[in-house]
């Protein structure tokens, strides 16, 4: 999405142009700075998909002094109970699918099959969380001294501020919602600035599925504007940011001051092994869904292919073939492959990498210009661009870009493609194609990454799974599956001691 800032409250950018207003307390209230901005479409950005409210610091402060007054009664609604509404929120979303799909389309840009996508793992994540409402389990362990019982349970921690990115403007704010809802605690979410209705769409189906009143609140904005007031708020005391790096380090300094818990989701730059044993044809399709689907703005997009020199030649000029006839164009169109960068700043960055890669001597086989005339000259598209003879070394192989750009580089064998794959800042997502399970495994085991896929691209996580990387991506927690709930619960050991009389463990031990 591109956006127009500064606009005047009760702006018009056309007669149909709706306003849409921040969401506090169960209502939808305009923002207290008076200042509005504007939400385009980038694969036509003469389309305002609509008007949103530009906040300020007092938006945060009324919304997390909502959240914190709600949560006293939330954490004492039972977790099933909870968990009920979560599941009603899965069903609407189910109604409302086609929908929201285009909205998100509209507004970010991706193909209607992938904005499908997108809310579709909203709705796995709600199904899967409200299974979780009777499933927050803690251990019960039998104790050292007579007649005293031991156990752990987990607690809802308070207020949570979320910050969530723009290429899965449902999915993930859905990955933080849910399992921080049944677990008993309250959200302030700000959506990113590119893709706010469809987390303002995710919200109200929340509210209409029955969540009470300050629950769940949405603010919306621009990064530090909004963003800093809620990691410094002292009443929060969980920070989930899904983003770059370079803010991660920012908000995680932050919350440590404070000691708030903090979930950093941040950047990847994936490597997708092909060794000479691969059926070539699924690493192929793999290769192309992988590097070029969501435009390669996803954090575990197929940005590094490491092709082993027996097959190299073969691959290198079949991907070619395949990159150059996808489709670009608005994802509206069912036949489109490939939609646009998200907003102007980004396809700047895809174009200044490009111009990167080929200064470094990379061979740039295809692509590697901005799309022009009839159908792009209102967007921000950039075409497929794929570059081979990749030193392992060169910024394009080391630095996420976040945009259809694949280096392709080439390995001796399984050891040294792994060596290539491991030898970079980030540990998100990995993957290998093979057809002997010895190496898949040593793969398995030797990759330093979040995620490993065998037989399939870098992308395609689901909900019931950890999801999350090592090293600069992130700082060990995770989204998704159990450890979503692990970070929105603090554990609570409680002992129960029916002896009727003082026991001291460690020191009082039965003969």
């Known amino acids: 999405m591109a956006t127009m800032e500064q606009k005047p409250a009760g702006v018009q950018a056309g007669a149909k142009t709706k306003v849409f207003k921040n969401f506090i307390g169960g209502e939808w209230v305009e923002s207290r700075t008076g200042r509005t901005f504007e939400n385009l479409n980038p694969a036509d950005t003469r389309e305002v998909v609509g008007i949103f409210q530009k906040s300020g610091k007092e938006d945060v402060d009324h919304a997390i002094e909502t959240a914190k007054q709600a949560f006293k009664k939330w954490r004492l609604v039972p977790a099933p109970r909870r968990a009920e509404m979560l599941y009603k929120a899965s069903e609407l979303l189910i109604a409302r699918k086609e929908e929201y799909a285009r909205d998100m389309t509209r507004e970010m840009g991706k193909v209607i099959k992938e904005t499908r996508g997108d809310v579709q793992e909203a709705i796995d994540c709600g199904y899967y969380t409200a299974g979780e409402g009777r499933r927050l389990f803690g251990p019960t362990v039998p104790s050292e001294l007579p007649n005293k019982f031991a156990m752990a349970i987990r607690q809802p921690l308070g207020v949570c501020a979320m910050i969530t990115p723009w290429n899965f403007p449902m999915a993930i704010p859905s990955w933080k919602l849910f399992p921080a809802l049944v677990a008993g605690n309250t959200a302030v979410i ?167 890669g080929e200064d470094e001597g990379a061979k740039m086989l295809c692509g590697g210009h901005r799309l022009e005339g009839e ?39 399984l050891e040294n493609a792994i060596e290539i794959a491991n030898d970079i800042e980030y540990g998100l997502s990995s993957s290998i194609y093979t057809k002997d399970v010895n190496k898949a ?24 799974l950890p999801f999350g990387g090592t090293k600069a991506t992130g700082n060990g927690h995770r989204e998704g599956g159990i450890g979503a709930i692990d970070f929105y619960t603090e554990w609570k050991s409680v002992y129960v001691d029916y002896s009727d009389k003082l026991q001291r463990a460690q020191i009082d031990r039965p003969e």
């Open 190 to 356: 700000k959506p990113a600035q590119d893709t706010p209705l469809s987390t303002l769409n995710f919200v109200k189906t929340l509210h209409d599925a029955g969540i009470p009143a300050g629950v769940v609140n949405i603010v919306t904005g621009f990064g530090s504007d909004i963003g800093t007031p809620m990691v410094e708020h002292p009443a929060v005391r969980a920070v989930s940011l899904t983003g770059s790096t370079a803010v991660g380090r920012i908000v995680g300094q932050e919350a440590a001051k404070t000691f708030k818990h903090c979930s950093l989701e941040l950047g990847g730059k994936n490597p997708m092994i092909v060794l000479d044993d691969a059926n070539l044809d699924l690493a192929l399709e793999g290769a192309l869904w992988g590097a070029f689907g969501t435009t390669g703005q996803r954090c575990t997009a197929t940005s590094r292919i490491i092709i082993q020199k027996g097959v190299y030649k073969k691959f290198v000029d079949e991907l070619v073939v395949r990159a150059k006839k996808l489709k670009v164009g608005n994802g509206l169109d069912e036949s489109v492959d490939m939609g646009p960068a998200v907003n102007s700043s980004q396809m700047e960055t895809d174009l200044k990498y490009i111009k990167i």
């Open 375 to 413: 159908g792009y000259n209102h967007g921000w598209f950039v075409a497929p661009t794929v570059f081979a003879d990749v030193d392992p070394k060169m910024r394009i192989a080391q630095e996420e870009i976040f945009g259809p750009v694949v280096s392709i580089i080439p390995c001796d064998g």
């Open 441 to 464: 495994f040593t793969a398995m085991r030797d990759l330093y990454a979040g995620i490993t896929y065998i037989n399939a691209p870098t992308i395609g996580a689901e909900v019931h």
